[in-house]
């Protein structure tokens, strides 16, 4: 069984900065892709940053400059360092892991930026 746990997520002033943090446990046996998706109230779910096993990134136009995906493998943990917040990234933020087989997702985190 697999669980993620997420952390990191808060209120902060437009400008500020938050750091998440999705921790995967249990038995998922090589982890390829790790990513973050978001959905703010009447939006759809959007993917925020991904990253590969090779370190290959992809970020959402509204993010990139702004937000960084990184991983620490040993901890099977990836991170979404997000800068320079706006009111636009209030949202509820999802973590998602990838092994060969299957997709997890975290439980999600609320970020809410006010002005």
């Known amino acids: 069984q697999v669980q993620l746990v997420e952390s990191g997520g808060g209120l902060v002033q437009a400008g500020e900065s938050l750091r998440l943090s999705c921790a995967a446990s249990?038995?998922?046996?090589?982890?390829?892709?790790m990513g973050w998706y978001r959905q703010a109230p009447g939006k759809q779910r959007e993917l925020v940053a991904a990253i590969t096993s090779g370190g290959s990134t992809n970020y959402a136009d509204s993010v990139k400059g702004r937000f960084t995906i990184s991983r620490d493998n040993a901890k099977n943990t990836v991170y979404l360092q997000m800068n320079s917040l706006k009111p636009e990234d209030t949202a509820v933020y999802y973590c998602v892991v990838y092994n060969n087989r299957s997709r997890y997702w975290g439980q999600g985190t609320q970020v809410t930026v006010s002005s």
């Open positions: 249990g038995s998922i046996f090589s982890i390829n892709s």
